[in-house]
């Protein structure tokens, strides 16, 4: 555990950065800080690893003052992730990784094999551990930085910004390999965002921070959506409210209807394409969504190709929420969101009116009423049986 007990930054110029902040960031879990741009987010994260020292107060790790461990010494066993990885340009991919472990001791020979490992770890093919990081995108820089950082085992990571220089598609990959890395490591992770659906998607405890420093309010993601502690917190997590709390709301139980699917490059189909027919599920030889191909722009019997696709509709992954199966169906020029399953493949479509029939049937109240019941209490009703699961919400109350 991570406790900061009054702490307080003054730069030397007398901005006061982060005024009186006491806090205790839990073992094992996602801790997000969230604020608007300079109230003070990355001198704390900063003052853990002691990048930054504070002008008062006390920062203990597991009950260790942080000033009575050596810094360098403290930095090593902390992993840190920034905006842009922060990649040594003139080292290959494996050198990147392989740094901290050398600086402990570990052989090069050795911290290249787990260097490689690591890749696999964050989903990058081992094959670029030769390259250098300006021959990779910068999702893939961000992968590296995480697996740099991952790479002396480090129980606590601090982790400013890492996904905020992709565009939102990586992001969005990013963020779901790192909740699935989590599951499997438990790492102690402080993460600084300034976007309110980040910091709900992978916190398992939100800080909202305020200008001047302030922590405005400390609480598990629900609590912030339904219940913000004061104007300034319902002001910044106001924006898209009523549509971000359908992210409260599981959504098992809505049917997943049977979706035929036709494979990429095989034949259009042949019979009606008018209404509901008018659009194909096309998927890959995995049995992967492509796209959805308006028969009517086709004649049957010509080979579908990219360009006869409609791209770039969201999908409804396992553990969505009525929020991601209403954009998964309304993202769709069919009107029916896709799901799919562990792997990426597709499992059959929601329909729109389907999601809609289960937000009108759900107390909404609820999730708006701030004297309402404890987060994760609210449930969709179950309207049929449905293929797919949905993670435990937990003490987050949000499925991820
Ligand atoms: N070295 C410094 N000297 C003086 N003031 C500083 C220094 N570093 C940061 N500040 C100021 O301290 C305040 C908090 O900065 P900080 O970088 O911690 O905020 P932040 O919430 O992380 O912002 P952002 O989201 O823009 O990165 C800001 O007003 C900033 O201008």
Redesign the pocket.
């Known amino acids: 555990m991570i406790s900061f007990s009054a702490v307080s930054k003054v730069?030397p110029?007398g901005?006061t950065?982060v005024h009186d902040l006491s806090l205790e960031i839990p073992a094992g879990r996602i801790t997000v800080f969230v604020?608007p741009?300079?109230?003070?987010?990355?001198?704390s994260l900063r003052m853990i690893n002691r990048m930054i020292e504070p002008t008062s107060g006390v920062i203990t790790i597991d009950g260790t003052d942080t000033r009575q461990i050596d810094a360098p010494q403290l930095r090593r066993g902390i992993g840190y992730v920034i905006q842009n990885a922060g990649l040594f340009p003139h080292r290959t991919v494996a050198d990147n990784i392989a740094t901290v472990p050398v600086l402990q001791g570990v052989t090069r020979r050795e911290a290249r094999r787990r260097a490689t490992e690591l890749l696999e770890r964050v989903g990058l093919p081992t094959s670029m551990a030769r390259r250098y990081p300006a021959q990779l995108s910068g999702g893939q820089q961000q992968r590296v930085g995480v697996a740099r950082a991952l790479a002396a085992d480090p129980p606590v990571m601090l982790m400013d910004e890492p996904f905020s220089a992709v565009d939102p598609v990586v992001r969005e990959q990013l963020q779901t390999e790192f909740l699935r890395l989590q599951e499997e490591l438990g790492k102690t992770i402080v993460f600084?965002t300034?976007d309110i659906d980040e910091a709900v998607r992978l916190g398992d405890r939100i800080a909202v921070?305020a200008t001047g420093?302030h922590l405005a309010q400390y609480a598990v993601p629900a609590d912030v959506l339904r219940r913000p502690a004061d104007d300034f917190v319902a002001g910044f997590v106001g924006r898209d409210r009523g549509y971000r709390a359908l992210s409260f709301a599981g959504a098992t139980g809505l049917p997943v209807q049977r979706e035929p699917t036709v494979r990429m490059g095989a034949a259009a189909p042949q019979g009606p394409g008018g209404g509901e027919h008018r659009w194909a599920l096309v998927v890959d030889d995995d049995g992967r969504p492509r796209g959805w191909l308006d028969r009517d722009a086709l004649s049957p019997g010509d080979p579908i190709g990219l360009q006869h696709l409609r791209l770039g509709g969201s999908l409804a992954a396992p553990g969505y929420s009525l929020r991601t199966a209403l954009d998964a169906a309304l993202s769709s020029p069919s009107g029916r969101g896709v799901a799919v399953d562990d792997a990426g493949v597709a499992i059959g479509t929601i329909t729109l009116a389907d999601v809609v029939a289960a937000i009108e049937a759900t107390d909404r109240t609820a999730l708006a009423d701030p004297a309402g019941d404890d987060a994760g209490a609210w449930s969709p009703p179950v309207l049929a049986k449905g293929a797919e699961r949905t993670v435990p919400a937990g003490d987050r109350g949000v499925p991820r």
């Open positions: 730069y110029d901005t950065a604020g741009s300079g109230c003070g987010k990355t001198t600084v300034h921070f420093g």
